[in-house]
């Protein structure tokens, strides 16, 4: 079974440039979730996928979107970098949206704003 | 809006010895779930404990074990036997029943065992 799965693992954008970032959801698994993590600190969650469609969003503002395919791997996107967007990213999935089911987390993706 | 804090920043402990972990929330809801989370120098997350509100017995995983207090708010980890693979950030979770995916993080503690 393969786990969660993030790409790229690190990258480096300048200010006011757009990025995406990918997330191979665990086999089987049809809710993603997408968290931002600034250094040291703990994850905040962006958004929710479920059957392809966003049913959950935190307070981030519509410059954070997202995708998610048939396949329930998902993208997230984010326009108009800020340099207070620099943070890891993680994607987390899980076989049932909500309550005691656990998110099984990706490696993430650590994205650098200069 | 629900909160996490963990008021530990950093601890440490012996090797094959004990220590307790602190985390305190805020929600005025009755139907949630509580977790903590594991996150190694690797980064990837993973599940270490997890308790329902409902059920007034703590939680236990192997060396791992809750204290669950709903009228206190609290719920603290307690590590059992550390070993030098418990060495991470802990992060204490909180999750409504109807809020989907939406889990709440704290802070984080940092914790390392010494040899």
């Known amino acids: 079974e393969t786990g969660v799965t993030q790409s790229p693992t690190h990258l480096i954008k300048t200010r006011g440039q757009q990025v995406t970032l990918r997330c191979s959801s665990q086999?089987?698994?049809?809710?993603v979730s997408w968290y931002q993590q600034a250094l040291g600190q703990g994850p905040q969650f962006i958004f929710q996928?479920?059957?392809?469609?966003?049913?959950g969003r935190g307070n981030f503002p519509p410059r954070f979107s997202g995708l998610q395919f048939p396949n329930y791997s998902s993208e997230l996107n984010v326009n108009a970098l800020e340099l207070d967007d620099s943070a890891l990213y993680l994607c987390?999935?899980?076989?049932?949206?909500?309550?005691?089911?656990?998110?099984?987390f990706g490696p993430g993706t650590r994205l650098t704003v200069l | 809006a629900q909160t996490v804090t963990q008021s530990q920043p950093e601890m440490s402990v012996q090797e094959a010895e004990t220590v307790t972990l602190s985390c305190t929330y805020d929600?005025?809801?009755?139907?949630?779930?509580l977790f903590w989370y594991k996150q190694p120098p690797s980064r990837q997350m993973i599940l270490v404990i997890r308790?329902?509100?409902?059920?007034?017995q703590n939680a236990t995983e192997n060396r791992f074990s809750v204290n669950f207090q709903k009228a206190a708010k609290s719920f603290s980890l307690k590590i059992s036997d550390s070993q030098l693979g418990d060495t991470a950030m802990y992060f204490c979770?909180?999750?409504?029943?109807?809020?989907?995916?939406?889990?709440?993080f704290g802070g984080g503690t940092r914790l390392m065992v010494k040899p």
């Open positions: 987390a999935s899980s076989l049932v949206a909500g309550g005691p089911w656990e998110q099984f």
């Open positions: 086999s089987g698994h049809n809710t």
């Open positions: 929600t005025s809801e009755n139907n949630y779930y």
């Open positions: 308790q329902e509100a409902y059920k007034q």
């Open positions: 996928y479920y059957r392809e469609e966003e049913n």
């Open positions: 979770a909180f999750i409504l029943n109807n809020a989907g995916n939406m889990l709440t």
